[in-house]
């Protein structure tokens, strides 16, 4: 069972920058897909980003591309999500994920089964 400890979250002003960290231990996570989601009071959980095993071919929800960076360290089981241009819709406490399988390449809850605490970011105007 893997373990999961997200970091970096915080207090900050609309188009300020925050980078997220994700920890895994208990097993290694470099062959599967990791991926950050996000959850604002009172809404359901959606998707911000994805990366493969190898790090290749991230993808993004559209509300966060051309802003967001997820990135991944294999050598120290790490998930990261740089965020720029932050603004306050981006409010939420954000959870790291684990993919189910190797090569799922979506963008499902339901794909990723080790979920994090989360961390909370807040975005003032």
């Known amino acids: 069972q893997v373990q999961l400890v997200e970091s970096g979250g915080g207090f900050v002003q609309a188009g300020g920058s925050l980078r997220l960290s994700c920890g895994a231990s208990g097993r290694t996570v470099s062959e599967y897909p990791m991926a950050w989601f996000r959850q604002a009071p009172g809404k359901a959980r959606e998707f911000v980003s994805a990366i493969s095993w190898s790090g290749d071919s991230p993808y993004y929800a559209g509300s966060v591309k051309g802003r967001f960076t997820i990135s991944r360290d294999n050598a120290k089981n790490m998930l990261y999500l740089q965020m720029n241009s932050l603004k306050p819709d981006d409010t939420a406490t954000y959870y790291c994920?684990?993919?189910?399988?190797?090569?799922?390449?979506?963008?499902?809850?339901?794909?990723?089964?080790?979920w994090g605490q989360g961390t909370q970011v807040t975005v003032s105007s």
């Open positions: 994920a684990v993919g189910r399988s190797t090569y799922y390449r979506g963008s499902s809850p339901l794909g990723f089964g080790s």
